[in-house]
């Protein structure tokens, strides 16, 4: 998933060319009203096979995924506003209704099928639906506490927002330490705050090693915690060649490895086995 990399480059784009990034969002309300359409009949074809195999059977949960994969927001809150009406569990919603849209258009983006405009358009109806079920999970007790961050000298936060956004959809208080953050903030605020899982990240090759030194500072200062690692720029091959971490690709992935570590008292090893 390249969504986190995507993201910035959009952001960057409206600072550095807004009359670029104008014409950008005006083809992306262009395609949500129906003007534009898309490349050919080919991309409809793979978004079939793709939603085929990502989206719930479920026809109320369908239409949150169908109004994420097309950005079009209002469809979203209806859909999802339905579904928390009828008793459905915020952190289900988020988990099986709104993730599998942005995972097709994901893939589709990877494919070449999708553009800049529909990611944007996407990751903004998404949010939408994760800040609803955000406010109706309200003072539901945490599943616990974990951080995230952005490895030192790396600027780039999109995906780190995002997987922290997914992370208290999902039930647990996530301290945000932002970015470019030292290894022994990460450290500070383990002491500070009962955290049980670290999340870290980065989109770049030269900064990978904030997070070798956030894990083994971890370690060596016997905190018990570890890192989950994750990034344009990170692996599972590059995250085996150290201790005290584990590799996650997706926001999902993450969910699983937190709640192995805060629910059900595995270690890193346990991930790293499988």
């Not at 009949?41 to 195999?53: G, T």
């Amino acid at each position: 998933m390249h969504m986190d990399l995507v993201m910035e480059q959009v952001l960057r784009m409206r600072m550095e060319d807004p009359v670029l990034y104008r014409k950008l969002i005006a083809e992306g309300e262009a395609i949500e009203l129906g003007y534009l359409g898309l490349e050919d009949s080919r991309n409809r074809v793979d978004a079939e096979k793709l939603k085929n195999e990502y989206f719930p059977e479920d026809p109320s949960y369908a239409a949150a995924s169908q109004g994420v994969l097309d950005g079009k927001r209002k469809d979203v809150e209806t859909a999802v506003r339905k579904l928390l009406d009828s008793g459905k569990d915020p952190v289900d919603v988020v988990t099986h209704a709104l993730m599998p849209g942005i995972q097709v258009q994901c893939e589709m983006y990877d494919l070449g099928k999708a553009f800049v405009p529909e990611i944007l358009m996407s990751n903004d109806a998404m949010q939408a639906g994760i800040k609803m079920c955000q406010m109706k999970q309200g003072d539901v007790p945490s599943k616990g506490n974990v951080a995230s961050f952005v490895a030192e000298g790396d600027l780039h936060d999109i995906g780190k927002n995002i997987c922290a956004a997914i992370m208290r959809a999902n039930g647990y208080n996530v301290v945000d330490l932002g970015r470019d953050v030292p290894a022994s903030k990460v450290l500070e605020a383990v002491r500070e705050n009962g955290i049980q899982l670290v999340c870290g990240s980065t989109l770049m090759s030269t900064t990978k090693k904030g997070l070798v030194d956030t894990a083994g500072m971890l370690e060596t200062e016997k905190t018990g915690v570890s890192v989950a690692c994750g990034g344009a720029a990170v692996s599972k091959a590059f995250v085996d060649t150290f201790g005290n971490a584990v590799y996650t690709k997706t926001p999902l992935e993450t969910v699983h490895v937190a709640t192995g570590i805060c629910s059900e008292d595995k270690r890193w090893t346990d991930f790293r086995r499988k």
